[in-house]
């Protein structure tokens, strides 16, 4: 399998809506997937859509992050018509702000959920608060969609395990040098995930996987991509062409949330609460900058990352306030670091180029 062998996400849901599937719209960035799954509703997440900001524009300030502004977009063209609920977990106030501005001034095309997560430092209380969200959420989804089957949950879980297990392999044997994919390949097989149903995407990763095991070439130096999303697509494609190698990435919408303890035996709630505890430090739960710190050294020091690429969305406040600290403490643990902003589908175009090539030389 190759990235091209991925159905597009407009394919997909063509298909998935053909047989009669429900979606739903879920907007950055951790949520329990498995809740929907096990109401046999497709998540279809929201990250980038590539729509002109136009309508949205007049809806949000002009300091408002890309994210925000795209999906907005991609509501008011009508891109979410079809879907049957929308979903906006409590990532950061960008975020919530949207949620309200949808659901109370809007018309949105469907009933908006909202998802709670509880934010870092965790106190004793936070597992059972997660677990009642947990509950809350499901009965929502049972008024709109429909009961969960009986064992669907539980098997919903089993796919969970399955794809954590996966991405742990797939991180695994990049950081190891055993993948022969370049960032551009590996992080377009690993978004296939935020559109595709586990029953269709585990056999393709599975696939890949096996493909695309072997060892790596490149000479080039090693780098952890740290920040929001792994994009805009040309960054990917430069980072590629100047032979720079991405070992491992601390991103919010990859590894932050991809390489979660697989849920355990039990009770589903329980265990599903315990692995969201349990997941990698990230500016949008409320990490501390020392764990956020210890995480991309240590992350670096396993993968033989020479440096540290921030790609961050411009104006994405949990990033953006974490950086300095941030950059601080790399430096004093002998990791340079490069900062590029992005906008997300915006091209970072060839000075972005020059300094990547800059900075690759440097730590040669
Ligand atoms: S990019 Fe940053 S500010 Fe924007 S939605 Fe994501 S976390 Fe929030």
């Given at each position: 399998m190759s990235p091209s062998q991925l159905p597009t996400r407009s394919e997909y849901l063509k298909t998935w809506r053909g047989g009669g599937g429900k979606v739903c719209a879920v907007f950055p960035a951790q949520y329990p997937k498995e809740l929907l799954w096990a109401h046999e509703v497709l998540p279809m997440e929201v990250w980038d859509p590539p729509q002109e900001p136009a309508r949205a524009t007049g809806h949000l300030q002009p300091y408002i992050c890309s994210v925000v502004r795209q999906g907005l977009e991609l509501l008011l063209a009508g891109g979410m018509d079809e879907v049957g609920a929308i979903l906006f977990p409590h990532t950061c106030d960008s975020l919530q702000n949207l949620a309200s501005l949808v659901a109370d001034y809007l018309e949105p095309p469907a009933p908006s959920l909202f998802f709670y997560n509880p934010k870092a430092p965790?106190?004793?209380?936070a597992q059972s608060f997660y677990v009642a969200r947990l509950q809350a959420l499901d009965e929502e989804l049972s008024l709109i969609f429909g009961p969960a089957p009986e064992g669907a949950l539980e098997e919903a879980l089993e796919w969970s395990r399955r794809l954590a297990g996966l991405y742990a392999r797939a991180y695994a044997r990049r950081a190891a040098g055993e993948l022969k994919a370049g960032a551009a390949e590996f992080y377009a097989v690993l978004r296939g995930?935020?559109?595709?149903?586990p029953r269709d995407y585990v056999p393709l990763l599975e696939a890949w996987l096996e493909r695309a095991s072997a060892t790596e070439q490149g000479r080039g130096a090693a780098l952890l991509m740290s920040g929001v999303?792994?994009?805009?697509?040309d960054l990917l494609e430069t980072l590629d062409d100047l032979g720079l190698r991405v070992m491992h990435d601390d991103l919010i919408s990859m590894s932050r949330r991809l390489l979660y303890p697989p849920p355990e035996a039990g009770d589903p709630y329980e265990a599903l609460a315990r692995s969201f505890l349990a997941m990698p430090p990230c500016s949008t739960r409320g990490s501390s900058l020392a764990e956020r710190l210890a995480w991309l050294k240590k992350l670096a020091r396993e993968s033989g990352a020479q440096g540290v690429v921030f790609s961050v969305v411009k104006f994405c406040e949990p990033e953006l306030f974490d950086l300095p600290e941030l950059r601080r403490g790399l430096k004093q643990a002998g990791l340079p670091s490069l900062v590029l902003e992005v906008d997300v589908n915006q091209e970072v175009g060839g000075q972005a180029a020059t300094r990547l090539e800059a900075f690759g030389e440097m730590l040669s």
């Open positions: 965790f106190a004793a209380a995930g935020e559109y595709l149903h999303l792994p994009g805009p697509p």
